[in-house]
């Protein structure tokens, strides 16, 4: 999830020895983590049993503004935390758990509602949710969930469609690595007409990928498909003959 990046200063530590820090304090937090599911009920309470409304709300606070927003700055400062780039699709998943509406933004209420149904109250609760939060991905019918709000969560409030920009690199960060299609369209996106990507487009391209070929041997030219998608068909027909 993209967040807007901290100017540095000209006396600020090194970029390579501050990202050799990070690593190696989420490298012990993670091996922290890990003891600590492996271990039997005699040894730790049951991790959901101790969740605290009270606890959750102070480590919202940790990042939270006077107005009660993690903010786009307070959100890079969040993820390094967690041991997450703001770009990796965990968090894409993690702000449709807490149903966030604004990119770059968690309200207080959108923290305790989602935390509160992860049973998250601190970043090691967290870090522990972040593979179940993956496994998500990997559900059809999930995916399909996660892949509508992305629309609503990236477009700007005041427009009906995604700007272009936009709309590519959340197509690469949802479908990027599971359609082998995907290089061929964003080709085809670079070169084309459009814009913008409405909402039907942004729904039928996931369609799209799931049930045509990679060969597009299967795709009907009468079905009710977008004249987007009809347009990147014949597009790459003609690549393909050159």
């Known amino acids: 999830m993209p967040v807007k990046k901290k100017r540095k200063s000209s006396g600020s530590e090194d970029p390579s ?48 503004g006077s107005d009660d927003i993690v903010g786009p700055e307070s959100m ?15 968090m894409l998943v993690l702000a449709w758990t807490l149903e966030a509406t604004k990119m770059g933004f968690f309200t207080k209420e959108e923290w305790l509602k989602g935390m509160t149904s992860l049973h998250c109250d601190c ?40 700007d272009m920009d936009t709309a590519k690199s959340m197509l690469a960060l949802l479908l990027g690595r599971t359609w082998p299609l995907f290089p061929v369209f964003h080709q ?25 070929n990679t060969d597009l041997s299967n795709y009907d030219e009468d079905g009710a498909w977008p004249v987007m998608l009809d347009e990147f068909v014949e597009w790459n027909k003609v690549r393909i003959a050159l």
């Open 17 to 64: 020895i501050r990202k050799n820090k990070i690593t190696s304090r989420c490298v012990i937090t993670s091996l922290i983590s890990s003891y600590c599911r492996t271990q039997t009920p005699g040894r730790l309470l049951n991790t959901d049993d101790q969740f605290s409304s009270k606890k959750c709300l102070a480590w919202f606070y940790e990042y939270a």
């Open 76 to 90: 890079e400062k969040f993820c390094e935390d967690i041991c997450v780039e703001p770009e990796n699709i965990v």
């Open 123 to 162: 970043t090691e609760r967290l870090q522990g949710k972040l593979d179940y939060m993956r496994s998500q991905l990997n559900d059809p019918v999930l995916f399909k969930n996660i892949y509508r709000y992305a629309f609503d969560f990236a477009r700007d409030k005041d427009q009906r469609s995604l």
């Open 188 to 212: 085809f996106l670079e070169q084309s007409k459009y814009k913008v990507v409405n909402k039907d487009q942004w729904c039928n391209v996931l369609e799209f990928s799931r049930t045509v």
